[in-house]
């Protein structure tokens, strides 16, 4: 059995329960037991091992030991050839353990005097430019910093370091694999590619390896939303590799998460996702950990962060990628009296989803009134098409209560919405409407003809990424108001909020046939105008102009 002290330690630090392992790293110990660390044709380049670690800890930061553990075995080495054990290095870890001051201290030290390979190129991959240079800014500060030694040995740029006597170089590149060949580099290092819906830039930028010995592949990020992607299938292959018996014998794999989402509720655990929490912590770790304890706390008010910090603090996304807009006590506290006395002296906002033959047509007027929302709405659809639909809710039954008019004509008419909002305003201070492009024809002219300013949503779903979180946290807040609206609340129990790949927020329907939802549409189209309304109390306007003479 070949020995690490690094290694030793950090398999010590877990058996005696100083360090707290996930299912993935009790399974890679359990594999490199009995795969690797058995073996008599490798080693570990000791020399390597204690140069890079000192190189970082001089320039950049303190090590922690599960840092030097990975290091260890990215310099594993065949005993009777000049070959690395490990092509590829593989870390899934939580969000805020140093992964990009790792990067630049692996890439500093990989072109620096002290590795000593000539030509040894690395290039650091992420999905956005700002995500790409991060490592060289870092490496370009720290030069910067220490420029009467480091001038030696290095030049530098914003956008690439030169190691001198090695002539080699780290710069960084974008995921935009049409316009790069593989160049030359010895070391590619992928950063947050649990974006990737398929393996072609890292097939075209992998194709210029082995050019230089030692060619290395690092993948490090966090988890994602991207779900049946390329991450998931590589993530496939590598707890394979974990579980033992697998051909990949080159693929050194190093997974960080939560083995369960109940786990997340003990904030002892969070080191199975966040192994810089391990006893004893660092002052950075120990800021983090109170960092994420915060944002656990918030999920409280703001449910709507809950994938986010799953995914990413967690590193344990949510299979099922919808969650409800709201719970449904958080949709009945919405329930409550409409204030219309203290209404009639306020600006309001209306907002129309208009459906013409099918479905049904939302309308109503938005309140802003102290911390709190307020819609008023009503709604119209076709008698024939609710007898037809066989919708389950008491549709006749909300007709009697005044929430729905049914119209027994063969299309909804425009003018039945223009004269709702002509009542509205004769109450209330109302002169704006909202409303998406379908029929805008229809819509805005019949509007703009009874005096009001239309503003339509070229791409509801656009707003739709942008109001989500707030929509959820105000129901959460219990600052939503609809009065008794049974069409509402059932509305609103029909949309669920979609994570797209992006990790933006979409609202859909639970089911495009017999869930409808208009009405909660046309209330996110008025709090998309929701700023621009102000508490002002029209009558005391009146009477003040009145007083100064106007």
Known sequence: MIKQKYVDAYIVAWREGRAIFNQERIELINQLETEVLNRDDIYFDERQIDQCINYIEKWYFKLELFQKFIIAFIFLKYKERDKLFYKDIVIVIARGNGKNGL?????????????????????????????????????????????????????????KITGKAALAEFKF????????????????????WHIYEDTKLINTLSSGLGKVKHRRRIYISTNGHVRGGFFDRFIEQCVEILKGGSM??????????????????????WEKANPMFSQPRSPYAEELFDTIMDEYLDL???PSGRPEFMAKRMNLPQQDNTVKVASWEDIEATNRPIPYERLQNKMCIGAIDFSFIKDFTACGVLFKDGDNYIWESHQFARREFIKEANLKPPIFEWEEQGLITLLDEPVINISYMVNYFCEMREKYGLNTIVGDTFRLDIVKQALEQ?????LYIQNPHAIYAKLAPRIEMLFAQKRIIFGDNPLMRWNTNNIVVKIKNDGNKDFVKKDEVKRKTDGFSAFVYALWQADELEEIDIDGALDILESLNF
């Not at 995500?131 to 956008?159: D, G, L, P, R």
């Not at 590149?173 to 947050?192: H, M, Q, V, W, Y």
């Not at 990949?248 to 509720?265: L, Q």
């Not at 009874?450 to 239309?454: I, Q, S």
């Open 103 to 159: 990067i630049s201290g692996l890439a500093d030290y990989f072109i620096s005097p002290g590795h000593g390979i000539e030509g040894y190129n690395v290039d650091v991959v992420a999905n956005s430019e700002d995500q790409a240079e991060t490592s060289v800014k870092e490496i370009y500060n720290m030069k910067e910093k220490n420029k009467n030694f480091m001038k030696n040995f290095f030049s530098w740029t914003k956008t």
């Open 300 to 302: 409280e008010d703001d």
């Open 450 to 454: 009874a005096g009001f300013k239309v």
């Open 248 to 269: 990949r014998k080159n693929r050194f794999v190093f997974i960080c998460k939560m083995d369960s989402k109940d786990e997340v509720e003990n904030p002892e655990l």
């Open 173 to 192: 590149r974008t995921s935009n694999a049409d316009t790069k060949d593989g160049g030359r580099p010895g070391c590619l290092i992928f950063d947050e």
